[in-house]
């Protein structure tokens, strides 16, 4: 059986070279469950900035477009344009939890919104702005924004690189849910950080080689001429056999 992840009323399934009838039955297995209206193909490896993958519909309704519910909220999002993974609710809830009414919150790479929207229904901070390269992903943040009939968020498209440069503003916590890229966006973040101010970094290592990253980032955050502490880490997802995304929450400590 292929790997799958639900998304609300879509299941996209990963064939992995299966034969044609196996994909048929598990597709025609999956729209037995009761939400379920759309099973598509993943037909490659996500890829690039936009983390973006091509899909194929296989059975049930021919949409792209899924529903989906997390933490008493609801998003909207188009499959085939925006990267989504359910797999990080856990993840979302967990740093949503950490996060103080008083405080400022930049969330970068946001997507179509799970992370500021999450944080603002659970924790509703001051003030969320977020990042968010893909106009279309940007399109469906703004939509998800209001369908929570959420007023603290700020939605910005771009490059990180360079709308960080235009925020005149020092965070309280930033949330670097990022793509699995060599650029780590530390220098960026630290731009707008302050003395105090919390991270929490997406890092993607092979398990042999995660003390090497975390002294990379002490190194890149020195090269900046601030110093970091690295309160925890925390394995959240696995990426490949032995290599996983990493959770690791930062403090600036100067």
């Not at 936009?50 to 194929?56: A, E, V, Y």
């Not at 950080?193 to 929490?200: L, Q, S, Y």
């Not at 002490?218 to 959240?236: V, Y």
């Amino acid at each position: 059986m292929a790997n799958y992840d639900i998304i609300g009323n879509v299941a996209v399934i990963k064939t992995d070279g299966m034969r044609k009838k196996e994909v048929k039955k598990q597709a025609e297995d999956l729209l037995k469950k009761s939400n379920i209206k759309t099973v598509v193909e993943k037909a490659e490896n996500i890829k690039g900035r936009l983390r973006t993958f091509k899909i194929k519909h296989i059975a049930g309704e021919k949409t792209f477009i899924a529903e989906y519910k997390e933490s008493g909220c609801i998003f909207f999002m188009d499959i085939s344009k925006c990267y989504f993974s359910p797999r990080m609710g856990g993840d979302r809830l967990e740093i949503a939890k950490k996060i103080k009414k008083k405080d400022n919150v930049l969330c970068m790479f946001s997507g179509i919104g799970p992370y500021p929207v999450v944080i603002s229904k659970k924790s509703n901070p001051r003030k969320i702005d977020s990042i968010e390269i893909g106009r279309e992903c940007n399109k469906y943040a703004k939509m998800n924004i209001e369908k929570n009939k959420i007023k603290n968020i700020n939605v910005y498209q771009g490059d990180v690189r360079k709308v960080v440069l235009k925020l005149r503003e020092k965070y309280d916590v930033i949330v670097m849910a990022r793509p699995n890229l060599k650029y780590s966006f530390l220098k960026e973040a630290l731009h707008v950080a302050k003395k105090g101010t919390k991270i929490f970094y997406h890092g993607f290592a092979h398990e042999d080689d995660k003390k090497e990253m975390i002294e990379s980032l002490k190194k890149e955050a020195k090269a900046c001429k601030r110093s970091i502490k690295i309160m925890r880490i925390k394995e959240i997802g696995d990426i490949a056999p032995y290599k996983h995304r990493y959770r690791i929450e930062i403090l600036v400590s100067s």
